[in-house]
Nanobody, 125 residues
Framework: VHLVASGGGLQQPGGSLRLICKVSGFIESRKVMGWFRQVPGKEREGVAAIETAETTTLSYADFVKGRFTISKDNNKNTLYLQMNELKPEDTGMYYC??????????????????WGHGTQVTVSS
């Protein structure tokens, strides 16, 4: 399984970005995919997660609820993270993760087995 994240960049506070994670390889239908972020000197923290089955269950960290939306397109093997109302504290390297179980709120890194290389998000004026 390979995960390739893209869509990061520089955005002003209050702006939006859409992250994309393209997945190749097999992911079980009951497993979980997620987004995490990390800044230097801090642990990786869960942002959002979603079950890959047709019955979709979502999970968000409190600090992104109401601003970020996770979604997936199973036909395209693609995971998305729509980030609105960006804040400077959203700055970090964002990673997508796959083959996780179970779904927790917030997402925790230890339950995921596959990781992408990350895409940098910088929120600054």
């Amino acid at each position: 399984v390979h995960l390739v994240a893209s869509g990061g960049g520089l955005q002003q506070p209050g702006g939006s970005l859409r992250l994309i994670c393209k997945v190749s390889g097999f992911i079980e239908s009951r497993k979980v995919m997620g987004w995490f972020r990390q800044v230097p000197g801090k642990e990786r923290e869960g942002v959002a997660a979603i079950e890959t089955a047709e019955t979709t269950t979502l999970s968000y960290a409190d600090f992104v609820k109401g601003r970020f939306t996770i979604s997936k397109d199973n036909n395209k093997n693609t995971l998305y993270l729509q980030m609105n109302e960006l804040k400077p504290e959203d700055t970090g390297m964002y990673y997508c993760a796959g083959d996780g179980y179970p779904l927790t709120e917030p997402p925790i890194a230890e339950v995921f087995h596959y990781w992408g290389h990350g895409t940098q998000v910088t929120v600054s004026s």
